[in-house]
């Protein structure tokens, strides 16, 4: 591993400097040692951290196996000399592989709940998942009436399953249906299924968006499609090369798979029902093309614009 860590920091430039035992004793101590790493190599975070401070808090926490709400206890523990090298590791692989660091511990969280990951998936940090908190809370909910009553949903393009499962929290009566087009992401979906003991409430298929469901309807589908267009592509940074393309590429302009959903949806929704999609910077390029659509766009913390909401009479 060192070799390998050496001649990855060879050819992304990254120095590789030496720690000194005893120099960093607490988890404080290494979190401050990878900021300091992370700055100095211009990473990139986009994947379930915004900044150097939350990267190393997260990396240094699920290496040692430390949930998010018990960093505070243990901030100024000392580790041993075992833990030692392994987050003096992972920081280095974080550095020299620019892998997202989610793929390294196997392991993200979307509303606090965790999902494993590899790199079959893309790491999921849809906003749908705090839009399904936000506009669908029983007496709060602003799109669905009664989220109790609601009976079916569906998500398209599923990738790592944590939608489907988000939303069987939301809508606690509900079957859902996950349909992916990768045989790989599905297993993954699968074992995050497992994990969460869901088996009995989401049942997974593989195929073409909605190919594989024949003539099911669904009072909600909700779906994160790849919505990425050429130029975000070109562009996209080292981290995201890692993830699969075919959970980014939306075509020329990053809508090609949003309008064979607009097209499909209709027809599989129940009336009352609605579509949830996220289309990334796609908005005013959809509202030119469907100046006739009454999208309603949803906006969240860390985002504005990104996601529509349509009923099904409207579809």
Same mark, same amino acid.
């Given at each position: 591993?060192?070799?390998?860590?050496?001649?990855?920091?060879?050819?992304?430039?990254?120095?590789?400097?030496?720690?000194?035992?005893?120099?960093?004793?607490?988890?404080?101590?290494?979190?401050?040692?990878?900021?300091?790493?992370?700055?100095?190599?211009?990473?990139?975070?986009?994947?379930?951290?915004?900044?150097?401070?939350?990267?190393?808090?997260?990396?240094?926490?699920?290496?040692?196996?430390?949930?998010? &709400?018990?960093?505070?206890?243990?901030?100024?523990?000392?580790?041993?000399?075992?833990?030692?090298?392994?987050?003096?590791?992972?920081?280095?692989?974080?550095?020299?592989?620019?892998?997202?660091?989610?793929?390294?511990?196997?392991?993200?969280?979307?509303?606090?709940?965790?999902?494993?990951?590899?790199?079959?998936?893309?790491?999921?940090?849809?906003?749908?998942?705090?839009?399904?908190?936000?506009?669908?809370?029983?007496?709060?909910?602003?799109?669905?009436?009664?989220?109790?009553?609601?009976?079916?949903?569906?998500?398209?393009?599923?990738?790592?399953?944590?939608?489907?499962?988000?939303?069987?929290?939301?809508?606690?009566?509900?079957?859902?249906?996950?349909?992916?087009?990768?045989?790989?992401?599905?297993?993954?979906?699968?074992?995050?299924?497992?994990?969460?003991?869901?088996?009995?409430?989401?049942?997974?298929?593989?195929? &073409?968006?909605?190919?594989?469901?024949?003539?099911?309807?669904?009072?909600?589908?909700?779906?994160?499609?790849?919505?990425?267009?050429?130029?975000?592509?070109?562009?996209?940074?080292?981290?995201?090369?890692?993830?699969?393309?075919?959970?980014?590429?939306?075509?020329?302009?990053?809508?090609?798979?949003?309008?064979?959903?607009?097209?499909?949806?209709?027809?599989?929704?129940?009336?009352?029902?609605?579509?949830?999609?996220?289309?990334?910077?796609?908005?005013?390029?959809?509202?030119?093309?469907?100046?006739?659509?009454?999208?309603?766009?949803?906006?969240?913390?860390?985002?504005?614009?990104?996601?529509?909401?349509?009923?099904?009479?409207?579809?």
């Amino acid at each position: 591993m060192a070799k390998r860590a050496k001649a990855a920091a060879r050819r992304t430039g990254a120095k590789s400097p030496k720690v000194k035992p005893g120099e960093l004793l607490t988890l404080l101590d290494f979190i401050r040692y990878g900021v300091s790493r992370f700055v100095e190599a211009k990473l990139v975070f986009a994947h379930g951290t915004t900044d150097p401070v939350g990267e190393a808090a997260f990396l240094v926490c699920e290496s040692l196996h430390l949930g998010p &709400d018990q960093f505070e206890p243990f901030a100024n523990t000392r580790v041993t000399a075992a833990e030692s090298a392994k987050l003096l590791d992972v920081i280095e692989r974080r550095v020299t592989t620019r892998k997202p660091a989610a793929y390294l511990v196997n392991k993200i969280y979307m509303r606090d709940l965790p999902f494993y990951v590899d790199e079959r998936v893309i790491v999921p940090r849809s906003f749908i998942g705090e839009l399904l908190e936000s506009h669908f809370s029983g007496e709060d909910s602003s799109l669905i009436d009664d989220p109790a009553a609601v009976k079916s949903v569906l998500d398209l393009c599923t990738g790592s399953g944590c939608l489907a499962i988000l939303a069987t929290y939301r809508f606690p009566n509900a079957r859902i249906d996950a349909v992916e087009l990768s045989a790989d992401a599905l297993k993954v979906a699968a074992r995050n299924v497992a994990d969460h003991g869901l088996g009995a409430r989401i049942t997974l298929h593989q195929g &073409d968006l909605f190919e594989p469901l024949g003539g099911a309807r669904y009072d909600l589908i909700i779906s994160n499609p790849p919505y990425v267009d050429a130029e975000g592509m070109a562009g996209l940074p080292e981290e995201c090369r890692a993830e699969p393309g075919i959970a980014f590429d939306g075509g020329p302009d990053g809508l090609k798979i949003v309008r064979r959903i607009l097209k499909e949806a209709g027809k599989h929704l129940n009336p009352g029902g609605g579509l949830l999609c996220e289309i990334g910077r796609g908005r005013e390029l959809l509202e030119a093309e469907f100046p006739d659509l009454p999208l309603l766009w949803l906006d969240t913390e860390e985002s504005e614009g990104e996601v529509f909401w349509l009923g099904a009479g409207n579809l």
